[in-house]
T-cell receptor, first 114, second 113 residues
Framework: EADIYQTPRYLVIGTGKKITLECSQT?????MYWYQQDPGMELHLIHY???????EKGDLSSESTVSRIRTEHFPLTLESARPSHTSQYLC?????????????FGSGTRLTVV | GDSVTQMEGPVTLSEEAFLTINCTYTATGYPSLFWYVQYPGEGLQLLLK?????DKGSNKGFEATYRKETTSFHLEKGSVQVSDSAVYFC????????????FGTGTRLLVSP
């Protein structure tokens, strides 16, 4: 079954480390998104992509960066993790007809920076 | 810009009670409307959707009707179960620009036996 996968599910890492959160989808969707979800549940869009070699910053400023070299892959990187980066990160994708289909979400990565 | 307003939670109910979670929106044009559910430790799952006025979305006993006149998309279920305990997000499609989904802040539902 086509799906969207995020790894790792949980990550505890020390301050200053570089990390990459992986997101892959098998549906051939052109549009992909990264959301940061705070403990109060609210979702904040931090990055999105129209397709290969296209990335844009979202509504919430983030120190993370993303890349889109392949359609199916949309990794998020933090060059130097800090405790303020502790959060749940959700990846999503959508096909062209967003108004009808909405997003498909991955299971998320819960990041803790100590 | 477009926005979604949800009732604040948590909503606490006993099993078999009737559920309503209010959602109202502000949008230019005619957006599509969605309800997503997030179970503990998981990502969001699409629960139901409606693409035009007076459409009713339904799934797993949940229903919501797209009311253009009141700009609302309230989620209802006649008899909740403990397994319905989750966070529910209302969302609309932003038809301008990139067509991103605009989410409400989420409503936590707690159902006790």
């Amino acid at each position: 079954e086509a799906d969207i996968y995020q790894t790792p599910r949980y990550l505890v890492i020390g301050t200053g480390k570089k990390i990459t959160l992986e997101c892959s989808q098998t549906m051939g969707h052109d549009k992909m998104y990264w959301y940061q979800q705070d403990p109060g549940m609210e979702l904040h869009l931090i990055h999105y992509s129209y397709g290969v070699n296209s990335t844009e910053k979202g509504d919430l400023s983030s120190e993370s960066t993303v890349s889109r070299i392949r359609t199916e892959h949309f990794p998020l990187t933090l060059e130097s993790a800090r405790p303020s980066h502790t959060s749940q990160y959700l990846c999503a994708s959508s096909e062209e007809g967003l108004t009808v289909t909405g997003y498909t979400f991955g299971s998320g990565t819960r990041l803790t920076v100590v | 810009g477009d926005s979604v307003t949800q009732m604040e939670g948590p909503v606490t109910l006993s099993e078999e009670a009737f559920l309503t979670i209010n959602c109202t929106y502000t949008a230019t044009g005619y957006p599509s409307l969605f309800w997503y559910v997030q179970y503990p430790g998981e990502g969001l799952q699409l629960l139901l959707k409606a693409t035009k006025a007076d459409d009713k979305g339904s799934n797993k006993g949940f229903e919501a009707t797209y009311r253009k006149e009141t700009t609302s998309f309230h989620l209802e279920k006649g008899s909740v179960q403990v397994s319905d305990s989750a966070v529910y997000f209302c969302a609309l499609s932003d038809r301008a620009g990139f067509q991103k989904l605009v989410f409400g802040t989420g409503t936590r539902l707690l159902v006790s036996p």
